[in-house]
T-cell receptor, first 117, second 110 residues
Framework: ETGVTQSPTHLIKTRGQQVTLRCSSQ?????VSWYQQALGQGPQFIFQ???????GRGNFPPRFSGLQFPNYSSELNVNALELDDSALYLC????????????????FGPGTRLTVL | LAKTTQPISMDSYEGQEVNITCSHN???????ITWYQQFPSQGPRFIIQ???TKVTNEVASLFIPADRKSSTLSLPRVSLSDTAVYYC???????????FGGGTRLMVKP
């Protein structure tokens, strides 16, 4: 158990709808990253939030947006859902701040399985 | 970001030692090698990270030769529960994103 929780576990939406996924980070972590994992592939980086500011973004369109709250929990919002958005959405939390002597290890939650019909 | 190459799949039997090799020919000076394990419908789990030589923890060992262009994850005496996908990543200490490849699907048989 990493202490990272995500909700909901599963979600079914239809094309064109909007969805909000939620993530609670591990205690003491101020950085949250979101990833999309299509079936049979490795996770793909969507974006990261560090102390409530976006701190990097992958190759995803603007209809993927996010928020981080003062308690460092986070939301991922996807507008105008497309069939290809069907995937496992993963949230990972980390200490942030570019630690010396190593990298900022990311700890993943169990994911939210989104199905778009 | 350094690209990694690892076998698509491997088979092993319970009790054997499993070595998964990853190549990362264009690794940079400030890059670290990191391995994650993922079970179906779960998030990846951090296994081990190293910069050079050998790193060992309670789960695995990571061997990195002097040129750092490859690394080997060693899982001692695997069990059925070690059946999973193993990802090799190159991560730098200034970066914020993890770049996952396709991983290695390890199947442990009885």
């Amino acid at each position: 158990e990493t202490g990272v929780t995500q909700s909901p576990t599963h979600l079914i939406k239809t094309r064109g709808q909007q969805v909000t996924l939620r993530c609670s980070s591990q205690s003491g972590h101020n950085t949250v990253s979101w990833y999309q994992q299509a079936l049979g592939q490795g996770p793909q980086f969507i974006f990261q939030y560090y102390r409530e500011e976006e701190n990097g973004r992958g190759n995803f369109p603007p209809r993927f947006s996010g928020l981080q709250f003062p308690n460092y929990s986070s939301e991922l919002n996807v507008n105008a859902l497309e069939l290809d958005d069907s995937a496992l959405y993963l949230c990972a939390s980390s200490l942030g701040g570019g630690l010396a002597g190593g990298t900022d290890t990311q700890y993943f939650g169990p994911g939210t399985r989104l199905t778009v019909l | 970001l350094a690209k990694t190459t690892q076998p698509i799949s491997m088979d092993s039997y319970e009790g054997q030692e499993v070595n998964i090799t990853c190549s990362h020919n264009n690794i940079a000076t400030n890059d670290y090698i990191t391995w994650y394990q993922q079970f179906p419908s779960q998030g990846p789990r951090f296994i081990i990270q190293g910069y050079k030589t050998k790193v060992t923890n309670e789960v695995a060992s990571l061997f990195i030769p002097a040129d750092r262009k490859s690394s080997t994850l060693s899982l001692p005496r695997v069990s059925l529960s070690d059946t999973a996908v193993y990802y090799c990543l190159v991560v730098n200490n200034a970066g914020n994103m993890l770049t996952f490849g396709g991983g290695t699907r390890l199947m442990v048989k009885p």
